[in-house]
């Protein structure tokens, strides 16, 4: 309707235009994590049908604060066949998870020698509003109930089994010394360490899920939380990129310094915020999705294990 809308202005004020590029929020005020379709319009006159249009490229951010989460193939729609006039648009689905106020910058758009600049947009991303309108709640008074000895003992164990487990394995290892140190001292062999490389640890579990097929249930957060732990692990043992106690914005800066393709690079930006979508902005992507990134995340441990002489 928005794009309707739009076109239906051109035309009522057709002969009064040259060329103008201009952007356009479906809604400027969002919550952490919510997404907006950012249009970008330009319109031009062409009537040899040889204008040469240089439409802007974007990356996986739009800003610093904005993310491009998909985009659409920019188009062309014919507004007035008198005149050739043409309006050229791409739609640029975005999100912020940082609360302030952003400004989307002029973007550029070269039509043969001239350039083009568009309006600058302004995006509000607030946090969940806390409802202040309910007084604060007196505490509730302290009362006993009956807490049998049995129940007190089963209770006890619950919690404490570690310990009488801890004392029962230094028993054991006691008398296991007290055999060993009895007997006639051999040859001590040496002990190897087995290590198991990354890529077998990150195979491994990714074949579980696999096996699982988890992609397919409507509630991917675990799911997801299992992939990405999966390959922050990976990343971890594997690059040396300590992923485990980073955030996602983190781990994205650090990709920048390590020895991973671009083409990588920009599939674990992809799967990191995905992942961050569905566990905290409650986004719920496809079941094609979600098996997508888990066969990515196969094929990416694959192309990027650390060669070993077993061949693994």
Known sequence: MKQLSYILFF??????????????????????GEQTVLHLYFEYQNP?????????????????????????VDR?????????????EQQLLITAFEKGRFTIPQQEIRLGDSIYYTNTAQLLVETVAVDTSKGIADIKPIYSVDYPFSERSKDWLNVN??????IGVLILIFFIWRYVKSRKPEEEEE?????????????????????????????KKEYYSELTETVRTYLENRFDIHAMEQTTREIIRDLKFSSISDEDKVYLRKILREADMVKFAKFSPSDDDAFTYLNKSIDFVKRTKENTSSGN
């Open 191 to 219: 002990i190897v360490e087995v290590i198991i490389p990354a890529h077998i640890i990150a195979l491994d579990a990714l074949g579980k899920l696999l096996k699982q097929e988890d992609w397919k249930s409507p509630e």
């Open 76 to 88: 062309d729609y014919l507004l007035d066949s008198a005149s050739a006039t043409y309006l050229r």
């Open 161 to 166: 089994w570690y310990w009488l487990a801890i």
């Open 11 to 32: 035309f009522l004020s057709l002969g009064a235009y040259g060329q103008r590029a201009t952007i356009e929020l479906d809604t400027a005020q969002l919550r952490i």
């Open 48 to 72: 040899k049908g040889e204008a040469l249009i240089i439409w802007p490229e974007f990356d996986e951010a739009l800003t610093k604060d904005v993310d491009i989460v998909d985009k659409t």
